[in-house]
């Protein structure tokens, strides 16, 4: 009796045991699915590209379709332009948002407002491109870059409201009342104590938002429109590496394919190098995400 | 709020403080601020129920299931599209959610913090990869993976089941499942791995405490625990997919029509925006565009109110930052 009792004990240990060593097995294999599509995709990045990245892929304009040779850049630039002046219109409004919520937004207000901001987060960016083409490009009657930053802009403020209002919140409460004691309104605290102690952190929001709104093609198709030729103006219609990227990639030459893979791999390479600086600078917090 | 907290001498001041004009002005400027947000979300709707309004009109209700997507007779249904938007984001929440959560699992519960940390960061390298990179490496490289390895391996082992058969095309609905599972895959992997870092440690002693290995600690405290929160992870990679528009419109095949098989060419919502809206046929045709868009906007707002309230259940209390 006693024996076969131990017996099945021993087996239910052994099964129980077994199981225990199959699901870890399971989840180290997710890990090594999770991480083969990263590494085929930096592979053929590298591989790809490497050959398409020279210096007139940086200096010349794309040449007539169907000439080889010439570069992007137009592109460049444009994705610059755009990028800036994206942050330009956008970090105001998103630090003074962020401020708000963390200053004012301890009420239903507040909640509110936040959780709008997590909704806006979430807006697919293509419709942000055809909210911004019935604001502005209708009424002006024109593709504009300006209308591609202004895109870019609203994709960037929830992103960069929402890490203030964190780094606002982890200044330290002793920091405040020092000021207060001195006899310093709210606002001069906030903005003399409070905001240069969150600054760091603030702006690691700024770059990662730059490198979110740096990949998106999306909100330009129907903004900025892409431009063949090297244009500076900001009400004329101006080209973009991932909108380039998309044309390239869906034309008909060998050559277009080859200088869209060298762009990505600018692309991505220039958002990984920021990403590892960040990371280095500022710890685990943060990540970067398209 | 630190005001509050000195008690009288805060009072005085906070009233003090209110006859400065300064900290009045400051007030005014953070709160327009704020409300540019609540303009932008309400501007966003009031545009696109404007520019679709001729649509709307048109064809009521029933532009929702519609297949009729015709631009040189006028009619317009969104049928075929939302139907290619749920079979790509479906298929892509079911596999990105399976490996996402044993991903988690293994930083959390099983990984020593010298390896969890890089392969955490390794994971989240996938989400800075921009959507167009992720469509050209479709294009090029999944697509002939697909028409020659996957998809004769695919119709030979399942092709007497019926949305499994078949020619492999290099641009399909396979493909377009794929790459949105990997694209979605480190949003549900790092708030699923937050929320199950979230559950509290008492819960796991108590089980450790009886005896069990880890796995039943993991299957018997750590996930009944964090199911609402997982569940809305899963839900956040589901809005995204939803919404992704560029990698999708570069390997889907963009043809209108229900399809027949996985590898068949379809559309999603974002994908007939991004191709047809530069060049639209009519002022109708602009509008059922719009029309879409604002579906999927609808849609996509649904999906995030609903995924932040499961994870706000799980995760309250902890203030992380998760950037979309």
């Known amino acids: 009796m006693t024996g076969s009792l131990f017996e099945r004990s021993e087996t239910l240990y052994r099964r129980r045991r077994a199981a225990n060593r199959l699901m870890t097995g399971v989840m180290v294999l997710a890990v090594v699915v999770a991480l083969v599509p990263l590494f085929f995709i930096l592979f053929y990045l590298v591989t790809k590209g490497i050959g398409g990245l020279t210096l007139d892929l940086l200096t010349q304009d794309p040449n007539r379709p169907g000439r080889p040779g010439g570069g992007v850049r137009n592109a460049i630039a444009g994705s610059a332009i755009m990028v800036g002046l994206a942050t330009a219109i956008g970090t105001p409004i998103a630090i003074g948002c962020g401020v708000f919520l963390a200053e004012y937004g301890q009420n239903r207000l507040g909640t509110v407002i936040r959780f709008l901001v997590d909704v806006m987060a979430g807006i697919p960016s293509i419709t942000v491109g055809l909210f911004v083409y019935g604001l502005v490009v209708l009424p002006q009657k024109g593709f504009t870059a300006f209308a591609g930053a202004l895109a870019l802009a609203i994709i960037l403020i929830p992103i960069v409201a929402r890490i203030t209002e964190e780094m606002v919140l982890l200044v330290p409460r002793s920091l405040r009342e020092a000021a207060y004691a001195l006899g310093a309104p709210r606002w001069r605290t906030v903005l003399r104590v409070v905001l240069p102690t969150a600054t760091p952190g603030i702006v690691t929001g700024v770059i990662l938002a730059l490198s979110r709104i740096a990949g998106e093609a999306a909100p330009l198709l129907f903004t900025s429109l892409g431009n063949q030729f090297f244009s500076t103006d900001v009400f004329q219609a101006m080209d973009a590496l991932p909108l380039r990227i998309f044309v390239y990639a869906v034309g008909p030459y060998d050559y277009w394919h080859e200088q869209a893979w060298a762009m990505s791999l600018l692309l991505v390479g220039a958002i990984l190098v920021v990403s590892l600086i960040v990371r280095a600078l500022f710890g685990t917090r943060v990540t970067v995400r398209q | ?324």
């Open chain 2, 1 to 324: 709020m630190a005001v509050t907290t000195l008690g009288r001498s805060g009072h005085r001041l906070r009233l003090m403080n209110r006859l400065k004009p300064g900290d009045w002005l400051f007030t005014a400027l953070v709160s327009a601020a704020a409300m540019v947000v609540l303009v932008v979300i309400g501007g966003l709707f009031y545009e696109l129920t404007s520019g679709a309004w001729p649509s709307i009109r048109e064809f009521g209700p029933s532009f929702a299931w519609d297949t009729t997507w015709s631009p040189s007779q006028g009619v317009f249904g969104a049928g075929s599209f939302i139907v290619g938007t749920a079979i790509t984001s479906v298929f892509a929440l079911v596999f990105a959610t399976a490996i996402a959560v044993f991903v988690a699992l293994f930083l959390v519960e099983i990984a020593p913090r010298a390896v969890a940390r890089p392969v955490s960061y390794l994971v989240e390298l996938l989400a800075a990869i921009p959507s167009v990179v992720y469509g050209l490496w479709g294009v090029f490289v999944l697509g002939a993976f697909i028409r020659d390895q996957l998809g004769p391996a695919i119709t030979r082992a399942f092709g007497w089941a019926p949305f499994l058969d078949g020619t492999p095309l290099p641009t399909g609905l396979l493909n377009a499942c794929l790459i949105l599972t990997v694209m979605i895959l480190p949003t549900v992997m790092a708030v699923s791995r937050d929320v199950i870092a979230a559950v509290p440690r008492s819960q796991r002693e108590g089980v450790l405490a009886l005896g069990a290995t880890r796995w039943e600690m993991i299957r018997l405290a750590v996930l009944p625990y964090a199911r609402s929160g997982i569940m809305g992870a899963a839900i956040l990679g589901l809005a995204r997919a939803v919404g992704e528009t560029l990698a999708v419109t570069l390997v889907i095949g963009n043809r209108v029509g229900i399809p027949d098989s996985i590898f068949d060419p379809a559309y999603t919502m974002a994908s007939v925006i991004a191709n047809q809206f530069t060049e639209v046929e009519s002022d109708l045709h602009r509008a059922a565009l719009i029309e879409v868009a604002l579906v999927l906007l609808v849609m996509t707002v649904l999906i995030n109110v609903v995924a932040r309230l499961l994870v706000w259940r799980v995760t309250k209390g902890q203030r992380a930052v998760v950037l979309e």
